[in-house]
């Protein structure tokens, strides 16, 4: 006490008889406030929230406010506490954040400072069953039951049974849903989890489905273009050359004769990049490229989900493309393939070509996990004349022979209707057409997921005396050939 108190104090001594001592402090006189509540921990399981903490310092109680928004006007829940632990029970999920909670402490009515408010959402229960309720082309449907606490649904598709790679996740929040944008023909595994806001539950299990395909029209075509002059060599007669002029003037002729057959897919061999023959195809993309032999598709009927180069064969050099195409109407998918295979006659090439086609049909089952339907197109360089034995003793039709083992079958055979099958593809240049029917160039098709409705060889022709010959000059020394085709049939 310092000595003016000391004073005062002996002033009122002397006047009342009475001592008065003033406290040291205005601090000392006051109740201490309690501490903030701190180490706040909280966690929820399906339908509860428990909350702990550590005892704040000076202070008697604790009192929890839960609230569904932090601007609501008053607690759902609400506890004091001595205690350092709280559960509340029977709670239900809301969209978005469940629950905010503040603590405030307490000594007597002396209130304390208030925590934040702090977020709390529910967790989710097992993951739902589910069954495939409809779908074929490009959707499938499904249907699940409840999951504890979830206010809305996750459903997601994936090709893969691992859920890698590409995946459609769909947000749902009642319990069905349609997901579109699928590939027919291929196999999805679809699971389904629940959701409450942040916070997501465990995938349920898993269902497989083949996605059954739509039926889809598309009129392929395939062209050995001789471009940029592959054919015309120092070795070519005049009469070739003549017949069968420089790309740059052949190139307009060869787009108007396969333009003619409508195509919406275009398979061409002897193309390199300067070929370009793009220009001659409005309305069409660029698909798989590799060694001079390109894919087109109609932009406006197919997507590209896939596609690139497979070598057949290194040592000579043969290569194959390939596109993994989705029918943008209907869903539908399925592969196309273009090759150009070993050339000449005789039993050692047929063996090449043989080891070629095994290649071509390991390669494409390898890329094909969905077993979706093959369309095999190309310059085969082999017909039924390579089995002539007065002429190549040991011949064989080698492509026919291993495709047959596979279950592929030349398009012409199944054709509904046949244009021109008299004519050989390989035109050789020579004006008087040749018809003993052997066609180097074909499509092949499985027996089964692809109908054939027709097949065709278009050409430019005129009237001669001496009957029907080929028009002059020649847009290459091949004829395309043209195959319309419904996949995904049965």
């Not at 002397?14 to 509540?37: I, Q």
């Not at 180490?39 to 109680?61: F, G, M, N």
């Not at 940029?228 to 050359?241: H, I, N, P, V």
């Not at 034995?389 to 046949?418: C, E, K, M, T, W």
Request: glycine letters at 8%; aromatic letters at 8%.
């Amino acid at each position: 006490m310092n000595f003016t108190l000391l004073r005062r104090a002996l002033l009122a001594l002397a006047v009342t008889g009475t001592l008065l001592l003033a406290p040291s402090t205005a601090a000392e006189a006051a109740p201490k406030k309690p501490a903030k509540v701190s180490v706040v921990r909280a966690k929820t399981y399906t339908s509860t929230l428990t909350i702990r903490w550590k005892r704040p310092a000076r202070a008697t109680k604790v009192a929890i406010c839960v609230k569904t928004s932090p601007r609501a006007t008053s607690c759902i829940r609400k506890v004091t506490t001595r205690k350092t632990g709280v559960t509340f029970r029977k709670l239900r999920p809301n969209s978005g954040t469940d629950f905010y909670y503040r603590l405030t402490s307490y000594r007597g009515k002396r209130q304390g400072p208030s925590t934040r408010w702090k977020k709390a959402n529910l967790k989710v229960g097992k993951g739902p069953t589910h069954r495939v309720t409809g779908g074929q082309g490009h959707y499938l449907t499904f249907r699940w039951n409840r999951a504890t606490s979830a206010s809305s649904y996750q459903v997601q598709l994936s090709t893969n049974r691992s859920f890698r790679g590409q995946v459609i996740t769909a947000s749902r929040r009642g319990f069905g849903a349609k997901v579109t944008g699928l590939n027919g023909g291929m196999t999805y595994f679809a699971r389904v989890r629940g959701v409450n806001g942040a916070v997501k539950g465990p995938w349920g299990p898993a269902t497989r489905t083949k996605l059954t395909a739509v039926a889809s029209r598309a009129t392929v075509a395939t062209y050995n273009l001789c471009g940029e002059d592959k054919c015309r060599t120092s070795d070519s007669g005049a009469w070739f050359l003549r017949n069968v002029p420089k790309w740059s003037v052949r190139k307009p002729i060869a787009g108007a004769v396969v333009r003619s057959a409508s195509p919406d897919i275009v398979l061409t061999q002897e193309s390199a990049t300067k070929t370009a023959f793009h220009t001659q195809l409005p309305g069409f993309r660029k698909g798989a490229y590799k060694s001079a032999k390109t894919i087109y598709f109609k932009s406006s009927r197919f997507t590209s989900l896939d596609g690139g180069g497979l070598t057949l064969d290194s040592k000579t050099g043969r290569y194959a493309t390939w596109n993994l195409l989705r029918d943008r109407r209907t869903g539908t998918a399925f592969i196309v393939t273009n090759s150009h295979l070993e050339p000449h006659k005789g039993a050692a090439r047929d063996q090449l070509r043989l080891q070629q086609t095994a290649r071509l049909i390991s390669k494409v089952d390898a890329i094909n996990p969905h077993r979706l339907p093959v369309v095999w197109g190309g310059d085969f360089n082999s017909n039924e004349s390579n089995a002539n034995q007065s002429n190549y003793p040991g011949g064989f039709d080698a492509p026919q022979q291993r495709f047959a083992r596979h279950g592929i079958v030349n398009s012409l055979d199944r054709a509904a209707q046949v244009s021109n099958a008299e004519l050989n593809s390989a035109n050789g240049g020579v004006p008087v057409p040749k018809s003993n029917g052997h066609h180097v160039d074909a499509i092949f098709v499985p027996v089964a997921g692809i109908t054939v409705e027709a097949w065709s060889m278009p050409a430019n022709f005129i009237e001669t005396t001496n009957g029907r010959e080929y028009a002059m000059p020649f847009p290459s020394d091949h004829n395309p050939v043209v195959a319309r085709l419904v996949v995904g049939t049965p």
